[in-house]
């Protein structure tokens, strides 16, 4: 079997689609302040799961076509997966912040160190709960050389 291409460029990166429960104790509210750090660091991108509950077929479809769906609750209460199970959006991380040690609260009662708590426990696929979707809709020959033009021989 041939080598997977690793490129620099982002490419093969998969396409990830977060939604944040942002619900208004502080575990909902890390989910929203996480959603936009791994934003902002490349993870993927925040989408709004009250506009999913509404069924908006643009955002339905978006999420169904992503290579991947991270769903972050704050608590057992998990509206976010509801919702995206009732949409019949895939799921393929889920994210409980109080099951991972952060006491649900007040709204404001989180630290930088709550935040990037759950930023790492995404990253590190913490609540994956199924494979990602192979070959990847956004490079189907993945284990073919690149044809990104980044530059790399794969």
Not at 53 to 68: F, S, W
Not at 105 to 129: F, L, N, Q
Request: aromatic share 2%.
């Amino acid at each position: 079997m041939a080598e997977t291409c690793v490129c620099t460029c982002g490419q093969n990166e998969p396409r990830r689609v977060i939604f944040p429960c942002a619900g208004q104790a502080n575990t909902g509210q890390l989910t929203n302040c996480a959603a936009l750090q791994l934003t902002e660091e490349g993870y993927g991108s925040i989408a709004c799961v009250a506009l999913l509950a509404t069924g908006a077929e643009g955002l339905v479809a978006a999420a169904k076509d992503a290579d991947e769906v991270v769903i972050l609750d704050g608590c057992q209460m998990i509206c976010a997966h509801r919702i995206a199970e009732a949409q019949c959006v895939p799921i393929t991380q889920h994210l409980v912040v109080t099951d991972i040690g952060v006491t649900k609260g007040p709204s404001k009662s989180y630290t930088d160190d709550d935040i990037e708590k759950v930023v790492s426990a995404c990253w590190a696929g913490t609540g994956k709960i199924r494979a990602e979707k192979t070959p990847s809709k956004k490079n189907p020959g993945a284990d073919k050389d690149c044809s990104c033009g980044c530059g790399n021989n794969c």
